[in-house]
């Protein structure tokens, strides 16, 4: 009600960000296996927009890669070598912590991965990766909302959060959910203003040169507090909302299992090999990451992240030196009781005749396959609820074995 | 009648307030008949008319004020007595004291209560600048779900809560609305006329009736009567000092060795009548300004009538006849000041003045001269009808053919989203902060004049990237479950660009989607 034009300003030069969210489940499971000592975190990140998972971690070992990538695809020599994970996959070198964590065997990729959904729109792809039906449309509760009903539920979390975001629809549903985001004035990220800039382009050159002069000044406003770079808004959100939500599942009676998601993956154009626009994301997600095993401390090593998105993109670049929508990509899996320091593949090359569709990488394993793994070998939530009310119609996708130490 | 997108969106836009979401098929109303679809709310003349449960008058208003203040001050009185020292203690006695650390705009708060999703908590006091380590360590956890947990905090003054209820019955109207034409009109004349509730105490409790009292009831009627209703009204007299103003042969003036106070009578010339350059000289000022002396409002002890009531103080009237405009008033108190009011505001210059900027407002910054021209004729020739301008501003061809290169304000842009994302506000809170960050505060323009009315101001850099702030908000609030695709046959269907449908069927998410759709120029122009 108040005037507030003076604090406004100054509070925008402590800019926060949008594009990065955290939503937990409001209780403490009550585990049978509590008298073990255990007591196991998981932390679903689910990466809006498509990850290009060809230039996440690169199968320089196929022979079609280096060239279907041209000039953005990712090579283990040069001024920003990819780091090799084996003889045939690479990891993006903007992934150091990432690489570190595989090294010590907690981390591990699930590659040519893809969820049932196989047409290219990120809406109906968000539904399907997170509500955990076999079909879009099905929005009312998500496929971790459902996995935590079906465990014991012992305390009420309490903690200290500000204010709750939205939750993403992974966790969305009867069970109940608190949830947390940096509070101070967000800002629209890049990717966003970037799409307006462009439609004002074409249809209303006036909104176009008035929304780029404030978009200058904000970078010109925030310059003094941080680097801007690509992908460096997001980045810096990833870390800040990362870190803000493993303190809070560090406490002993803080949330155990959450979702985070960030958005921004969409990279049609420009989308940058070694360093670029991607690189930027990807060294959010890789901080991130480091962010929940430094501040998780000592329950890092009960601790599972899985970090999945809607679809891949097309194994050749654009005419952009960008990518499309796809269909096979990769999934993450990162934390102390990650069985990892592998590559899980079923690799169906990149020759022209193994493409999906003649474009993306062919998905060779289900997500849900990886979902359930996680699910019933680190919190114990058996086969029966799995493909039934967890992944409603899915007992054809087995569990895999052994992703959980 | 043939369907017309093109015109679907001028119904829906230059004169309504957008098309609502749901079910409510405004656009395919809007595309059949657009001029019906705008006229239909004109039908009953009491449509402008705003009552809801705990609305008060402004004298009723002006009672819980001065009990408000006289609490305080008792209560500083036994603060003094306590502690001699410490002057500074009790209730805060300005109902604007509350720091803007303390008040905190929240845009997740405007982007959650426009969106109505489960209602949150509000943000920590002061956390709108803290880092979030440290925000986060005075907060408090809280379930999405549940409803709104109130931290501790100084609970609002009778002043705030005034204030806040009346926004709130104002945003529930104009997101309730029809078509929203008739809001569209209160607004306007509301900001014609307008008042600043950064006054003072006075001024917030009363910024809303003051609104329902001299506004509204005359949108659809004669602008002189506004204009009476306006100037006696005691919000009107207190924002611009004319209950101060005294007859310098007053009784009042001789004793108290004070005199005229310009300020209303120069504004009723220059801002809600004639216009700069409508033909009135210094000397006219100061001349209309001893014509309305005695025009005020009986105060806390009610000797000149009941407390915030109108009254004419013939104590503090300046005798005599007044020449004004040339022409000679005599002295007969009250009907003195009417009578000239009545003349100024069927004066030419007025008809000029209000047509020039009944049009700018409505079709475009630089007004198409042939249709001011016709709104001035019809204003002279109906005496002032506002109806009649109205509906002369319908009628024309140019409302129809003119493209659509205004930009929304700000306060248009937070209720069309509201009315799109089809949920009624419950707490206007949110909604004041977006129209403070945007540089719109509900009643409370920085000057006389106003809040501008053109692009240069509403589509300035820094406003539009904070309106890209807040869209992107609204979209990662309630984006994950609505479909901008659906949104956008209900914004401008067919009417939607090639360019904008394509934006948003291949943003990366659907709260991306949203708020491009909100930032769209087809949301963004009327």
């Known amino acids: 009600m108040e005037l507030i034009r003076t604090p406004l300003v100054t509070s925008r030069r402590q800019l926060l960000l949008a594009g990065a969210s955290f939503a937990a489940w409001a209780y403490l499971p009550r585990f049978a296996r509590a008298a073990e000592q255990r007591d196991p975190r998981l932390v679903v990140v689910i990466l809006r927009g498509a990850l290009d998972g060809l230039a996440t971690v690169a199968p320089t070992g196929d022979p079609d890669y280096a060239g279907l990538h041209g000039a953005i695809a990712l090579s283990a020599d040069g001024p920003h070598p990819a780091v090799m994970l084996d003889s045939f996959f690479a990891l993006h070198p903007s992934m150091p912590e990432f690489a570190r964590m595989y090294q010590s065997k907690h981390a591990t990729v699930v590659h040519a991965v893809a969820t049932p959904y196989r047409d290219r729109s990120h809406f109906d792809g968000q539904d399907v990766l997170e509500s955990g039906f076999a079909g879009p449309g099905r929005v009312q509760s998500g496929w971790l909302n459902r996995a935590v009903e079906a465990l014991p539920r012992g305390e009420r979390v309490a903690s200290a959060l500000a204010v709750g975001p939205t939750t993403p629809l992974v966790l969305r549903g009867a069970a109940p959910t608190v949830g947390w985001a940096p509070v101070t004035l967000p800002q629209a990220d890049d990717d966003t203003a970037m799409r307006l800039v462009d439609l004002y382009t074409h249809r209303d050159p006036a909104l176009a040169s008035a929304l780029s002069q404030g978009l200058q000044l904000e970078k010109v406003a925030r310059g003094d507090d941080m680097k801007v770079k690509p992908g460096g808004n997001a980045a810096t959100a990833m870390r800040q909302v990362a870190r803000g939500a493993a303190k809070l599942m560090a406490a002993d009676d803080g949330p155990r299992i959450s979702a985070l998601a960030f958005d921004g993956w969409d990279t049609h154009a420009n989308e940058g090999g070694a360093v670029g626009r991607l690189a930027g994301l990807l060294s959010g997600l890789d901080g991130a990451l480091a962010e929940f095993e430094s501040g998780l401390g000592a329950h890092w090593r009960d601790t599972v992240v899985v970090v999945a998105t809607e679809f891949g993109r097309t194994a050749k670049i654009n005419g952009t030196e960008g990518t499309d929508h796809g269909t096979g990509t990769i999934a993450l899996l990162a934390g102390g009781a990650v069985n990892g320091g592998r590559v899980i593949a079923d690799w169906p090359s990149l020759k022209p005749t193994s493409l999906y569709q003649a474009r993306d990488l062919a998905p060779t394993t289900d997500l849900r396959a990886v979902l359930k793994g996680v699910l019933a070998d680190h919190l114990g939530i058996g086969e029966r609820a799995l493909a039934t009310s967890v992944f409603p119609d899915s007992a054809v996708v087995k569990p895999m074995k052994g992703l959980v130490a | ?526």
Not at chain 2, 364 to 378: G, I, K, M, Q, S
Not at chain 2, 403 to 432: H, Q
Request: glycine share 8%; net charge neutral; aromatic share 6%.
């Open chain 2, 1 to 526: 009648m043939a369907r017309d997108p093109q015109a679907a969106l001028v119904a829906l836009n230059r004169f309504g307030l957008g098309a609502r979401g749901g079910a409510s098929g405004d656009f395919t109303s809007a595309a059949s008949d657009p001029r019906g679809f705008v006229k239909s709310e004109l039908g009953r003349a009491s449509g402008a008319l705003l009552e809801a449960p705990g609305l008060q008058s402004t004298q009723a208003l002006a009672e819980a004020v001065f009990a408000y203040q006289d609490e305080v001050k008792r209560a500083r009185e036994m603060a003094k007595s306590a502690a001699p020292a410490a002057d500074a203690v009790g209730p805060q006695s300005s109902p604007t004291a509350a720091s803007p650390q303390q008040r905190g705009l929240s845009l997740n708060k405007v982007a959650n209560n426009i969106g109505n999703v489960a209602p949150e908590t509000k943000p920590a006091e002061g956390n709108m600048s803290m880092a979030p380590e440290a925000a986060q360590s005075n907060a408090v956890m809280q379930p999405n779900a549940a409803k709104p947990v109130s931290q501790p905090q100084q609970p609002l003054n009778v002043i705030q809560k005034t204030y806040r209820a009346e926004a709130l019955a104002r945003l529930q109207r104009a997101v309730l609305a029809d078509c929203g034409f008739t809001e569209r009109l209160v607004a306007f004349w509301s900001n014609h006329f307008c008042i600043s509730a950064n006054k003072g105490e006075l001024a917030r409790i009363w910024a809303g009736a003051f609104e329902r009292e001299a506004i509204r009831p005359h949108v659809f009627g004669r602008f002189a009567d506004m204009v009476k209703a306006v100037e006696q009204h005691p919000a009107m007299l207190f924002f611009l000092d004319n209950q101060q103003s005294l007859g310098p042969d007053s009784r009042a003036g001789q004793n108290r060795k004070r005199g005229l106070n310009e300020n209303l009578a120069r504004e009723i010339m220059e801002l809600h009548t004639l216009g700069v350059g409508g033909g009135y000289t210094q000397e006219d000022v100061t001349t209309l300004a001893r014509i309305i002396t005695g025009w005020t409002f009986a105060g806390r002890q009610g000797k000149l009538g009941a407390p915030g009531e109108f009254v004419f103080n013939a104590n503090a009237h300046q005798p005599g006849p007044q020449t004004l405009l040339g022409k000679v008033y005599q002295d007969d108190g009250l009907a003195q000041g009417e009578a000239a009011l009545a003349d100024i505001a069927r004066h030419p210059s007025t008809a000029k003045f209000i047509a020039t900027k009944f049009v700018r407002h409505f079709i475009a910054d630089d007004p198409p001269p042939a249709l001011v021209a016709r709104l001035e004729t019809v204003f002279k020739r109906t005496d002032g009808d506002l109806k009649a301008l109205t509906l002369a501003l319908i009628d024309s061809d140019e409302a129809w053919s003119a493209p659509l290169t205004k930009m929304r304000n700000p306060y248009e842009f937070v209720v069309a989203s509201g009315r799109l994302l089809a949920r009624v506000p419950e707490d206007p809170g949110p909604y004041l902060g977006a129209l403070n960050a945007l540089g719109q505060p509900l009643w409370t323009p920085a000057g006389p004049n106003g809040f501008p009315d053109t692009n240069a101001a509403w589509a300035a850099p820094e406003g539009l990237k904070l309106r890209l702030d807040i869209a992107a908000q609204l979209g990662s609030k309630v984006g994950n479950t609505i479909d901008a695709r659906e949104l956008l046959e209900l914004v401008a269907a067919d009417a939607a660009s090639g360019e904008t449908r394509r934006t948003i069927e291949r943003a990366e998410s659907r709260q991306q989607a949203l708020a491009l759709l909100l930032m769209s120029p087809e949301f963004q122009r009327r």
